[in-house]
């Protein structure tokens, strides 16, 4: 019997499958509302959107990062690539607090990672 060669196998870096099995994130924008007389009276999450994530470690180098562009990291988190708009807020698991996205990386071109900051007290009160 004669020897087969066999190619070169693909990359484990190549090979890999990613999941995203940790829930559901609601990306989308603060509305602002007002009343007749045009005063704020409240803000309210205008949903854009919905993907699956995965939660990530925050490595020692994210947070150095953040720390010298003056921001905190609360939640690093993965998403299948896919177009995101600018600016938009973040809601986990139809939990009430809103993120807001200071970093976005997309350098192994399969994931968009999501560096997220937990929005300013004002937000809170958000619907």
Known sequence: MAKQKFSNPIPYSQNRHYTYND???????????????KEKIG??????????????????????????LGYTIDKKIRIPISEL?????????NDNTIYEVKKRDSSDGKNIYLYLQVATAKKEGLR
Do not use: C, H, M, W
């Not at 708009?85 to 698991?93: L, S």
């Open 23 to 37: 829930g559901f994130i609601k990306y989308g924008l603060i509305e602002i509302l007002k009343n007749a007389k």
């Open 43 to 68: 803000e309210n999450f205008k949903e854009l959107g919905i993907r699956t994530f995965a939660n990530v470690n925050i490595r020692d180098t994210d947070n150095q990062i953040a720390d010298s």
């Open 85 to 93: 708009p600018e600016n938009i807020k973040i809601k986990i698991n």
